[in-house]
């Protein structure tokens, strides 16, 4: 039986891994990190999403992110902007991704799974080094090597943007579903999102295109 663990957070990227690890692998689960985020409720839009769709859904508490980096999604005295000057985007968090996938290896292996899907993209994704597919692929070694295990860190939406992202969604028959219950609005607010934050600007850019593209013509995207 082929089992897989998404590290899930119940937003657009990850929800898509979920309905793709559904139809890769025999058996799903999902990790969710409680690491003081400033968006807190995507906490529970994960686990309402588990739930309705049937996928245990674990929640780790990381919350020593927030006590040892300052960034605008564990900081609601830090403002939420693009990077300037070839800097990062406030919203970087330091080691995320890195201690994120370590920690769902070591849940993985204790429950006998080798395969982990995670999210991150290379195409759209704002600068952060910690999605590149370099750093996933050394991390993969990392991992193996540290606890001489197989595992293998699968990136279904490295190579794709936003647009193609829903168009995968499409493809896996769950587009409604994560267009209206999936939560990526750094302000907390569920579909299409406030509009304003970097991440719905995002999602909405992405959205827009695939529907126009879908329709011939031109879509219009209600925030």
Not at 88 to 115: E, Q, Y
Request: aromatic share 8%.
């Amino acid at each position: 039986m082929k089992k897989a663990l998404v590290v899930f957070s119940g937003g657009q990227d990850s929800t898509t891994c979920l309905f793709w690890a559904l139809k890769n692998f025999d058996e799903v689960e999902t990790v969710t990190f409680d690491y003081n985020q400033r968006h807190k409720q995507e906490i529970e839009v994960a686990k309402a999403i588990c739930a309705e769709v049937g996928v245990k859904n674990t929640v780790i508490d990381m919350s020593l992110l927030n006590q040892l980096t300052s960034n605008a999604l564990t900081r609601d005295d830090i403002e939420i902007k693009d990077g300037e000057n070839g800097s990062l985007p406030t919203t970087f968090v330091d080691g995320r991704n890195h201690l994120f996938l370590s920690f769902a290896a070591i849940m993985a292996k204790s429950k006998g799974i080798k395969n982990i899907i995670t999210g991150v993209c290379e195409t759209d994704f704002s600068g952060y080094p910690d999605c590149r597919d370099m750093f996933v692929k050394s991390l993969n070694v990392t991992l193996n090597l540290a606890m001489d295990y197989p595992f293998v860190l699968h990136t279904p939406l490295m190579w794709i943007d936003k647009k193609e992202t829903w168009a995968l969604a499409a493809e896996l028959g769950a587009f409604d579903y994560i267009r209206e219950k999936t939560l990526t609005c750094y302000n907390g607010i569920i579909g299409d999102g406030c509009g304003e934050c970097p991440a719905c600007k995002l999602r909405s850019e992405g959205l827009h295109q695939f529907l126009t593209e879908k329709e011939g013509g031109k879509a219009d995207v209600q925030q």
